[in-house]
């Protein structure tokens, strides 16, 4: 196998996509007959590949990965562990080995995704995030930073005479309770997707106008489709206002908000309103 390529953007691509390939040869092997078994190997296949490489091509750096041994806890509660280390580190890849394992395991749905995020502590923006690729393998695509994709065009409703109809993707599962009152007032209609890697990548491409989650997330969740959703032009922030912040000693990063910016002043206007 030839090396990777050594700017950091690319390889979070190749990296991503290496995954990627890997989690659609086991579903072949596998089938969909043992939906637990799959999420766990998936799991396992994606994280140990990235893992691996991680290890060989970038030994100096420090990683986060959902899979990680205690990777929920804030680390000023793992005073044994070492892996505080991170905290201390100039570059952490943060990465989510299989983000959406319900969608992988279920046959014929693409909307899960392969996040590789590097933060870095010099990085010029308030995130942190210098690179980034969320793959999407089932989809047979790779987004990414090397080559941030076009800002998206309009929906074919927004660029009519009329009122924008927003679109704006929804978890399957656990949808924000104030995200229906929210739709009704800004006259958007929701978008069921599955994994946030998939809805970012969404927003990204134009497919949908906006995301919003208030249900409780992890950095890794969303490190690299963020980074891939601001390389593009694209409003993030906490649905607050604030900034996103990665590699942060509590990895909970429960909310946030991606979307055009032309409706980023709207969208928060209505957070406040109904996410009190």
């Known amino acids: 196998m030839s090396s990777p390529p050594m700017i950091d953007g690319a390889f979070a691509r190749w990296l991503a996509s290496r995954a990627g390939q890997a989690l659609l040869d086991l579903r072949t092997e596998m089938g969909f007959a043992d939906a637990g078994a799959l999420k766990s190997a998936g799991d396992k ?16 750096d420090a990683v986060l990965s959902e899979e990680d041994e205690g990777s929920r806890l804030a680390w000023a509660a793992e005073v044994n562990t070492g892996a505080v280390s991170r905290l201390n580190a100039d570059r952490v890849w943060i990465v989510d080995p299989l983000d959406g394992t319900r ?31 969320v793959g999407l393998p089932a989809q047979h695509r ?8 076009a800002y998206p ?17 929804a978890s399957r599962s656990r949808p924000p309770v104030f995200l229906t009152d929210l739709a009704e007032d800004v006259g958007a209609h929701l978008v069921p997707m599955g ?9 990204v491409t134009g497919e949908v106008d906006a995301y919003i989650h208030a249900g409780g997330q992890y950095e890794w969740d969303s490190a690299a489709p963020i980074a891939v959703a601001t390389a ?3 409003h993030a922030s906490r649905i607050d206002g604030s900034a996103l912040k990665y590699n942060e000693a509590d990895p909970r990063l429960p909310d946030l908000l991606v979307c055009r910016k032309d409706l980023a002043t709207r969208l928060l206007a209505a957070l406040q309103k109904h996410s009190g």
């Open 153 to 169: 065009p309009m929906t074919v409703e927004a660029a009519t005479a009329g009122e924008r109809k927003i679109r704006l993707a």
């Open 45 to 60: 296949v994606s994280h140990d590949l990235i893992r691996t490489e991680l290890a060989k091509w970038r030994p100096g």
């Open 195 to 203: 994994s946030a890697g998939a809805k970012i990548a969404a927003v």
């Open 232 to 234: 593009t032009g694209l």
């Open 142 to 149: 790779v987004l990414g930073t090397d080559y941030p994709p």
């Open 103 to 133: 969608e992988f395991s279920e046959e014929g749905r693409s909307d899960w995704a392969v996040h590789v995020a590097l933060w870095a502590r010099n990085a010029p923006s308030p995130h942190g995030l210098v690179a980034g690729a």
